[in-house]
């Protein structure tokens, strides 16, 4: 394998375990501050992060492991063999597991909060029994898609 490659791969699997990072923050202790939060914080907190989430790195990170994990998944296909399924594997998971549980499942449920007055008690009812639960449920997805992703290429890469 040429070294500019290796090199492509490996920052690869840094940018995904930055983009994992994030979510397991969330999943791991960030929900949880902002469920303990008293009366409308978490929602007005949550509302606020989803704003901001798109003015930095992380959507850069984020959108930008997209093509580079169809590149990979192509790659794998040229290679062959157990490495290019491995690879294969890496870019799929990552298109599916992260990109695809945000598309279809994270990101309407934060359109939802979005579009919520904090203080109302619909968007209280929303928070508790709809948004917290199932939103870091998916965000947990999205977590182990990206240690699994990483993983794979990780393997694909010590086969080639």
């Known amino acids: 394998m040429s070294p500019i490659l290796f090199v492509c791969l490996q920052l690869t699997v840094i940018a995904i375990a930055f983009v994992g ?22 929602v007005q907190a949550m509302q606020s992060i989803n704003r901001e989430v798109f003015r930095w790195v992380f959507m850069a990170l984020f959108l930008g492991l997209v093509p580079v994990s ?22 799929a998971v990552y298109v599916v597991g992260c990109f695809g549980v945000t598309a279809l499942c994270n990101v309407p449920m934060n359109t939802a909060l979005a ?5 109302a008690a619909s968007a209280q009812d929303y928070w508790t029994t709809t948004y917290l639960p199932r939103w870091t449920f998916w965000n947990s997805v999205r977590t182990v898609a990206c240690a ?13």
């Open 21 to 42: 990072g994030v979510f397991l923050a969330f999943s791991d202790f960030i929900m949880r501050a902002l469920a303990h939060t008293p009366r409308t914080g978490g």
């Open 70 to 91: 169809v590149l990979i998944a192509y790659g794998g296909l040229v290679v062959g063999q157990h490495a290019g399924l491995l690879l294969i594997s890496a870019g």
């Open 115 to 119: 579009d919520m007055d904090a203080a």
């Open 148 to 160: 699994l992703s990483a993983f794979l290429l990780l393997m694909g890469m010590s086969q080639l």
